[in-house]
C-alpha cells in the first residue's frame, strides 16, 4: 500500500450531501473481470459529464485550477450507499489522496484506508470554512495535511487538528498491509476457533452439528 | 455497585474478539463470509497471488446474483456476467468453498439465501462484499458489507480489522395499520431521520412492532440500515426466529439445535441496558411511502406533497433538492399519486421473499396491468421462486401481464444488464433510489411490494389498499 504522510495541493470543494459510491463510480462502469486502471475516466461520471458525453464544464474538477486537486472537500456523507472499492479506486486514479469531511460512508471510511487514500473527518464548519478560503481564492490556493502531526493547514495559514485511530495511522504512514499486520495475529486466530468450536459447533459443522 | 446492563450488539460483538487492538478497534472472527459473483473470484485470485489459501472454507459460501441474466434459461447473460461465473466456479472449486450454482435449489440474492438455508444464524458475524449484508441481521446476526480488500482479509485470516461503532435502537411501537408494510416502516425512519442519520452506529430495531413481525419483514427492515447510513443493523433473536430456523437445510439439527437455542436466547438487550442514541415511531403514524428524489431520505407518504425547494434555507440543501426534482422531472408542490410510471420492478434482496411477493399477488390478482407498464416479478431465490410456483403466484402474475423471472439482483442494481431505459421511470421494491442506479437517466421510485404492483395495475403511483392490500 501507497504510504500517505503529508500532503500540500489544490483542493476541490464538491460539497453536496449524500454522494453515494454509485455516482463516484456507475455500475456500469465497473463490472468485469479486471477493471483496475481503467476506472478513473469514470469517476464521478454522472457529475462530471453531460447526456452528451462531454464534459459538464460547471463541475468543479472540470474547472482549471480544480482539476489536478489531490484534495476533496466533501459534504456530508460522502461515500455512503454500495460497498464498492472501486469508488476509493476511481478517486485515485483521478489522483484524490485525501478527502475531508464531516461524516462519510461506513464502508467507504474502511475503504480508504485499505488504498493509502486518507478520510479526515472534521467538523461541518471547518469544511465549510476551508472551502470558503479555497472559493475565496478562484481555487488558486492549497491546502496542507499533515497525518503525523494531525493538522490541517488552510490556505490562509490556519490551522485545524484532526485524529485517526492509531493502528490506522501507523499503517498510514508506513504503508503496511493489513493482513500482513493480523498474521501477527495467527495463533490468537487458532485458539478462538478451537475455543468456539467447542461452545458453538454449529458455526463450524453447518447442517451436520 | 451494580454492573450496567449489556447490549445485544455487545454481546455479539465482545463474544467475537480475537484480539483487542486498541483505540477502539478489534480484531473480530468472521463466522459466515459470503462470496458472490462481482466480487467473489477475485477475493480469492488475490490472496492466491500471495501464495495463500482461505484459511476456513467451510465458513465461507459463495453464489451467483449481480450478473446473471433473469430471463428464462439465463439468455442474456452478459459476456462479463458469464466470465464472472465462471471464474466464480473454477476459484471456489479449487478453494474447496461451497457453491450454489445457477438452477440449483441454493441459488439466489446472496442475502435472501444466507438466512433461507439455514447459513446465517442467530449470533453469527456475518460479511458479504456488499453493503446490503445489514438485511441477514434481521435473524439476529451482526452483518455487514465490506470492501474488496477487506474480503481477502476475511479470506486469508478469517477476521476483519475493525472499529466498534456507537449504539442506536430504534423502537417501532404499537400495531401496524392496515396496507402498511415494514417497508414503509424503514423508509418513514430514514425520511425522518436522514440518510446519514445512522452513520458510525450500530443499530437494534425493537419494540413491538418488530416483535409482531415475521422474520421476513425484519429482514426488510434491516436492510434498510446502510440507507440510513448504518453498515450494521439487527433484530434480537426470538421464538419467532427459532422457529423459521429450525428445519432449514444448513442449520443445527436435533439436540444441536436445542442446545443452540438455549445459546441464543441469551442474545437481547439488557433491560437496563444503555444506548448511545433512541429513537422511538408510532408506528400508527405511518403511511405508505413512497421516495421522491435520489437519496432514500427524499421520501414521504404517496399522498403527501413533494417539498418545494423555496422553503430551505441552507443554500446546500436547497440545491441538492432542486437537482434531485429536475433528474426525477417532479415539481414541488405536485403529489406523487397520479404520477404515469413505465416501469414496475417487484425484487432485490428488500423485498424478493414469499412474503413480499404474497403481498403483490394480493393487489395484482385478478387485475392487469396498464397496458403502457412494464412490470416484472424477480424472485429472490430458487427456493422462493418455487414456493410461489406451489401457491399459484406466478400464474397470478403472469396472468395480471406481469413478467415472472429467474432469481437474481437484477434491476436493483443493474449489473447484469438488465436496466430502466434512460428516461424512464420506475416504481422499484429495491433500496436505492440513487441517480443512475438502475440504468443511466432512470428514475427510480423506491415503494412496498403492494404499492409497486398498485402503481403497475393503475399506471401510475396509488394507493394499494384500496386495490386489497
Known sequence: MEKFTTLRTAAAPLLQENIDTDTIIPMAKMVGVSVRGSLGQWCLAPLRYLPDGSENPAFVLNRAPYRGAQILLTGPNFGCGSSRETAVWALEEIGIRCVIGSSFGDIFFNNCFQN?????????????????????????????????????????????????????????????????????????????????????????????? | MRSQGRTLFAKLWDSHVVADLGDGTALLHIDRHFLHDLGGSQGLKDIKARGMKPRSPELTFAVPDHTMSTARGRAGTTP?????????????????????????????????????????????????????TCTQGGVGALAFGIGSTELAHVLATQTLVQRRPKTMRVR?????????????????????????????????????????????????????????????????????????????????????????????????SDADAEF???????????????????????????DAPIPDPADIEDAGKRATVEAALDYMGLRAGDTMAGTRVDWVFIGSC???????????????????????????????????????????????????????????????VASNGEIVPPGMRAVSTSNRNFVGRQGPRARTHLASPAMAAAAAIAGMIADARKMGA
Open chain 2, 276 to 302: 448511545d442514541r433512541e429513537v422511538v415511531i408510532n408506528t400508527a403514524d405511518v403511511a405508505p411511502q413512497v421516495t421522491w428524489g435520489t437519496s432514500p431520505e427524499q421520501v414521504a407518504a404517496f
Open chain 1, 116 to 209: 493509502g487514500v486518507l478520510p479526515v473527518v472534521v467538523d461541518r464548519e471547518v469544511v465549510n470554512e476551508l472551502a470558503a478560503e479555497v472559493e475565496a481564492r478562484q481555487g488558486a490556493a492549497t491546502i496542507g495535511v499533515d497525518l503525523e502531526g494531525g493538522v490541517i493547514t488552510a490556505p490562509s495559514g490556519k490551522t485545524h487538528p484532526f485524529t485517526v485511530q492509531e493502528n490506522r495511522k501507523e499503517a498510514l504512514l508506513l504503508g503496511l498491509d493489513e493482513i500482513g499486520q493480523t498474521l501477527r495475529h495467527d495463533a490468537a486466530i487458532s485458539a478462538f476457533q478451537a475455543r468456539d468450536r467447542l461452545a458453538r459447533p454449529w458455526i463450524y459443522e453447518a447442517g451436520e452439528a
Open chain 2, 80 to 132: 462479463a456476467g458469464v466470465s464472472l461465473l465462471q471464474a466464480l466456479r473454477e476459484e471456489t472449486e479449487e478453494a474447496g468453498v461451497r457453491l450454489f450454482d445457477v438452477g440449483t435449489p441454493g441459488q439466489g440474492i446472496v442475502h435472501v439465501v444466507g438466512p433461507e438455508l439455514g447459513i446465517t444464524l442467530p449470533g453469527c458475524v456475518v460479511v458479504c462484499g456488499d453493503s446490503h
Open chain 2, 350 to 412: 428488500t423485498n424478493s421473499r414469499i412474503s413480499d411477493l404474497r403481498d403483490a399477488a394480493a393487489v395484482a390478482r385478478g387485475r392487469k396491468v396498464a397496458g403502457h407498464v412494464r412490470a416484472w416479478v424477480v424472485p429472490g431465490s430458487e427456493g422462493v421462486k418455487r414456493a410461489a410456483e406451489e401457491e399459484g403466484l406466478d400464474r397470478v402474475f403472469t396472468e395480471a401481464g406481469f413478467e415472472w423471472r429467474e432469481p437474481g439482483c437484477s434491476m436493483c
Open chain 2, 172 to 268: 417501532f411501537e404499537g400495531a401496524m395499520p392496515v396496507g402498511v408494510a415494514p417497508k414503509d416502516l424503514i423508509l418513514h425512519l430514514i425520511g425522518t431521520n436522514g440518510a446519514a442519520g445512522g452513520t458510525g452506529y450500530a443499530i437494534e430495531y425493537a419494540g413491538s412492532t418488530i416483535r409482531a413481525m415475521g422474520v421476513e419483514g425484519r429482514l426488510t427492515i434491516c436492510n434498510l440500515s446502510i440507507e440510513l447510513g448504518a453498515k450494521m443493523g439487527f433484530v434480537a433473536p426470538d421464538d419467532t426466529t427459532f422457529a423459521y430456523v429450525q428445519g432449514r437445510m444448513l442449520a443445527p439439527k436435533g439436540a444441536a439445535f436445542e442446545r443452540a437455542v438455549a445459546a441464543w436466547r441469551e442474545l437481547s
